[in-house]
Every structure is written in C-alpha cells, then in structure tokens.
C-alpha cells in the first residue's frame, strides 16, 4: 500500500488514527465547517502539547526521530491502547535494513505428530495466516483449514465465511489489525507484499480496513461459527507459538451443546468402516474377495 510504499509509515499512522477520534472525544466543541472527519493537526498538536509545525512534520515525514514522550502524549491524543501505542513506538524507533532473504515456514515433526492425536480442530499457521498443516477435524469445521488455503483471504473472498462465522465484519477487522500488527516493521517480505497487493486489489472491505491502519492482536479468545451441518458452535481458541510457526486450537466447554456438536461432527467425518469378516452366512450375495477373482475357474 502507499505508506509502505513511501516510508512515511509513521505520518500515515498518526494521520488515520487522528481522523479516526471526533472532536467530542478530544473534549473539544464540533463546529462548524469542518473539512476533515476527525481531528485537524492543530487540534491534536495542542492538546499533545507540541508545536502545529512541528506535529506537520511528523505526519509528512520530515522528522522521524520523535522522543518517547512526544509519542506518548500524542498516543493519548488519539486514544491508543497499549498494542497500538507499541505500535506506535516501533513505527519510530524502525531504522531502514537491507532485507534479508527469509527462510521458508516449517512444521516440525513432532507437531505433525501432534495434530494426528488431537480430537479437537487444530491446525498450523504462518506468519501471513497460510495454512501450513491441520488435522481431519479442521477439516471437518471448515474446508478453507486445508493445507495451502490462506484465513484472511477466505475470509474475505470466499462467500462461505460470510454465513460461516456469526459477525463475519468483527472478524475481518480483527484479522486485517493482525496482520498489519504482524507485519511491523517486516514491510518488505515477498509474503506480505503479495498478499496485501492481491487483497487490496481483490477486496473493498479489505482496503477500508487497511486504510484505518488498526493493529491488535489475534490470540486467545471465543467464537461463534454455524457449521453447515451440526449448527452453531461455541468454541474457544488457543494460539501457540511452535518454533516459527503457530498452533491454532479449537474447543469446546466439557459437556456442553457444542462438545455434542463436536463428537457429532467428529462421528460424522469418522464413520466406523464395515466389517469385512464374518464367522457364519450373511444375506445377499456373496461377493468375491480379489485372491478369489484371481483362482482359475475349476471345470466339473
């Protein structure tokens, strides 16, 4: 995207952040004839106790050394939380570094081992949410958990998430935060640059989000997903870090209509396999076994 693309990654930060808080949240009367939604410079450089010049060389990027205390003063101007004042210090604090070839994403063995044990949706994310590995049980919750799918790109293209997660808009405003916060200041991996370009292209609902330059992290949590054939499930999720990698767990509460539901679904992408052996007759006709197709045919 274009802040990426101009390094003034810090100006375009602090620009859609000010323009995201109203004049009645600063304390400050609405008024009239405004013609920027938000907050005018000037209003955010008096209240953060700093100069309007010196605020304008910041958003355009004439000075990106700003101290500690500027940054905190002006995070509280614009009603950042800590992830996003962290964000905001390292936006200034990100020095230029020749980028260095990266390592593609593995899935140790051992986590491979895991996923075949786990009775619970599980599955292996990257970095940029690809999916690395998973298990028959992600499957069996959503098909977009097969290996080589990509969650944000689901969710924002294919037109099953929509009815599949209960508010599809939090999720994608959660995820897109994510991956900005993600990405930091790592603006030049061939990864990142691939997807936001393919999204951007690909999704109105993408590029509005990406444009709030929101950032947050996507841990632990809850969620609620209708499953096309067991219905509403309440589930827990659990993210833990493996080497580079993450593991992403489903569950739900012990004993409750959704742990039903999951045996359910697990039953349903098991089935018990026939039996084959039998110690007397059976009915219906008897079918041949392939050692018996292969006996010549005995001439009385």
Known sequence: MKDEESGNRLGSYLRARRELVSPAQAGLPPGGNRRVPGLR???VALLAGI????????????????????LESLARVLHLD???????LGLAAARPRAPRRKRPEHV??????????????????????????????????????????????????????????????KATAEFVAALRTTIGNDTQNPRFVELVGELALSSQRFRTLWARHDVRSLDGGTTTVHHPVVGELHLHRD????????????????????????QLLAALSHPEPADTAHDGPVDGPHRKTPDEQALPRRRD
Do not use: C
Request: glycine residues 2%; hydrophobic residues 35%.
């Open 41 to 43: 410079r000037e209003e």
């Open 51 to 70: 100069s309007p010049d010196y605020y304008l060389r910041l958003e355009r990027g004439r000075d990106k050394n700003p101290s500690p205390q500027v």
């Open 82 to 88: 800590d992830v996003e004042q962290t964000y905001l």
């Open 108 to 169: 140790p063995a051992r986590v491979h081992e895991l996923l075949a044990h786990l009775q619970i949706p599980a599955f292996v994310e990257g970095r940029a949410f690809d999916v690395l590995a998973s298990n028959p049980m992600a499957v069996a919750l959503s098909p977009r958990l097969r290996p080589g799918q990509n969650r944000l790109r689901s969710l924002l293209l294919d037109p099953e998430e929509r009815s599949f997660h209960q508010d599809w808009t």
């Open 239 to 262: 993210k833990l870090a493996v080497e580079d990698v993450i593991l992403v767990v489903y569950y739900p509460d012990k004993d409750s209509d959704s742990d039903e539901k999951l």
